[in-house]
């Protein structure tokens, strides 16, 4: 592997550890949920800071492992889980159904 690439899969490594971090700011992880690696917005789903105007952007993300993180966050709006239990992703409706936010007219339609 070359200099270029070893160096872009550090700061990759440390752009997703960043985002895990529950002390990174709501503004830093605005933009960690914008990032082009799948996993550093997937961290960023994940966190407990990340806003809930992140999570609805997020909820919309290509990949299915953002939409699953997004799924089982707690911050999740309500409307934003009703609209993941809808995902073609069985990953992402499972998340749904673990989050403890998750209405129970929901939780009817993914059983």
């Known amino acids: 592997m070359d ?8 700061e990759r490594d440390e752009r997703r550890k960043t985002a895990r971090n529950p002390n990174t700011t709501a503004e830093m992880l605005k933009k960690l949920a914008s990032d ?3 996993d550093v917005r997937s961290a960023a789903a994940r966190n407990p800071n990340t806003t809930t105007d992140m999570l609805r952007k997020l909820a919309r993300d ?7 993180e997004v799924a089982e966050n707690p911050r999740t709006p309500v409307e934003t889980l009703k609209k993941l239990a809808g995902d073609k992703n069985w990953d992402v409706r499972g ?7 998750t209405r129970v007219e929901t939780l009817k339609r993914l059983a």
């Open 3 to 10: 200099t270029a690439s070893k160096l872009f899969l550090r």
């Open 36 to 38: 082009e690696d799948a």
């Open 62 to 68: 290509r990949s299915w492992d953002v939409r699953r």
């Open 95 to 101: 998340g749904v159904a673990s989050n403890p936010n």
